[in-house]
């Protein structure tokens, strides 16, 4: 069965940190641009990070710009997600999924070019 595992959430402080991992389970990710996603409750997913295939170039929502990085060890099969000054409005379902990096993957994406969807994993951000 080929599909992603997120891992890595938690309970975090207010400026704290986590690193959420995506890795991958019956495929490869060499050949995939992989993205991140958050749901919070009772809202639409939202497209929060990415990083290519082919270069490993990345793109970010202005909302976690300057504090999330994203990034890939293709010899792990896994794409990682460093979470730094963590706010409480970053609790949320963490998801990763197969689709492309687009220079517009901050702003807008379309949901049905991502694919192998994780279980997700919870983040939670309280004092």
């Known amino acids: 069965q080929v599909h992603l595992v997120e891992s890595g959430g938690g309970s975090v402080h207010p400026g704290g940190s986590l690193r959420l991992s995506c890795a991958a389970s019956g495929f490869t990710l060499d050949p995939y641009s992989i993205a991140w996603f958050r749901r919070h409750p009772g809202m639409e997913r939202e497209g929060i990070a990415c990083?290519?295939?082919?270069?490993?170039?990345?793109v970010y929502g202005d909302s976690v710009k300057g504090r999330f990085a994203i990034s890939r060890d293709n010899a792990k099969n896994t794409v990682y997600l460093e979470m730094s000054s963590l706010k409480p409005e970053d609790t949320a379902v963490y998801y990763c999924?197969?689709?492309?990096?687009?220079?517009?993957?901050?702003?807008?994406?379309?949901?049905?070019?991502?694919?192998?969807w994780g279980q997700g994993t919870q983040v939670t951000v309280s004092s």
């Open positions: 999924a197969t689709g492309p990096c687009e220079s517009h993957f901050g702003t807008y994406y379309f949901p049905s070019e991502y694919k192998d």
């Open positions: 990083i290519s295939a082919s270069d490993g170039s990345t």
